[in-house]
């Protein structure tokens, strides 16, 4: 199948035994959608760092020293994972929740059977108002 192989072999990742994995339901089910750039560190952070059952006991100042942040920009970023139903919190404990749907999921992505949808597409899919734009391999919008 064209275009499966590896561009450099001998770097391919292979899958450590500590291997922290994010849901494609993350994105799927429209849970990124809204979130800030900060949530979405802290929420990449703790699934990194939790154990199986998502349990994290990073503190306020061990966070805070991980991400370069104010202790200020660590609650709204947890207060806004909370609200979204993305973790609980219990001092000292995170938890990373299982992902329940969404009220509002996103709206599916047009799959064509012909083509792969690049970065740029999805994200301009998930987020419409991106100022952004998208340019194929050519150079065209």
């Known amino acids: 199948m064209r275009g499966r192989e590896p561009i450099l072999p001998q770097r391919q990742r292979h899958i450590p035994p500590q291997f922290s994995w994010l849901d494609h339901r993350l994105v799927r089910d429209g ?9 979405l560190a802290l929420y ?11 349990l994290s006991w990073y503190s306020d100042a061990g966070l805070c020293q991980q991400l370069s942040w104010s202790v200020s920009q660590l609650q709204h970023a947890r207060a806004e994972l909370q609200q979204a139903g993305l973790i609980a919190y219990r001092k000292p404990l995170f938890q990373v929740l299982d992902l329940a749907p969404t009220l509002a999921a996103a709206k599916p992505m047009p799959r064509r059977a012909d083509k792969v949808a690049s970065i740029g597409e999805i994200l301009q899919h998930l987020i419409p108002a991106c100022a952004c734009t998208h340019t194929n391999e050519s150079g065209v919008p």
């Open 44 to 54: 990449l952070f703790l699934v990194t760092v939790a154990d199986a059952e998502g």
């Open 31 to 39: 849970h990124v959608q809204g979130r800030s750039a900060s949530a």
